[in-house]
């Protein structure tokens, strides 16, 4: 219920704290961290399978190494998507509105 009340004022631009977070630092942060949701899982499962020798403290330095470039490589993907076929992503939005 909670979620259901936050979502729509925050991106309505209106409102106490919309001139904190309304600033590309904050939509640079979720950028990454819907890419970093999206790429830690596969790391988290296959990491010792790739590495069964290394510590529990060398997967970690690994795992954070895979989880950001991962990431890194998921945001300059869906910036190429974005620049390369905005017609597309166009109708897309229009299909989910109308849905």
Known sequence: MIFL??????????????GIFDNN???TLGKASFSLYIGHIFWIKSLE???PSYS????LIVL???????AVI?????????????????RTKKLMIKL
Do not use: N
């Open 5 to 18: 009340i936050c979502v729509p004022i925050t991106f309505s631009h209106v409102g106490l704290l919309s």
């Open 25 to 27: 630092i904050c939509y």
């Open 49 to 51: 399978k790739f590495f």
């Open 56 to 59: 529990f403290e060398k997967r």
């Open 64 to 70: 954070f190494i895979c989880v950001t470039s991962t």
């Open 74 to 90: 998921i945001m300059k993907i869906s910036d190429l998507i974005r620049k390369v076929m905005p017609s597309v992503i166009a």
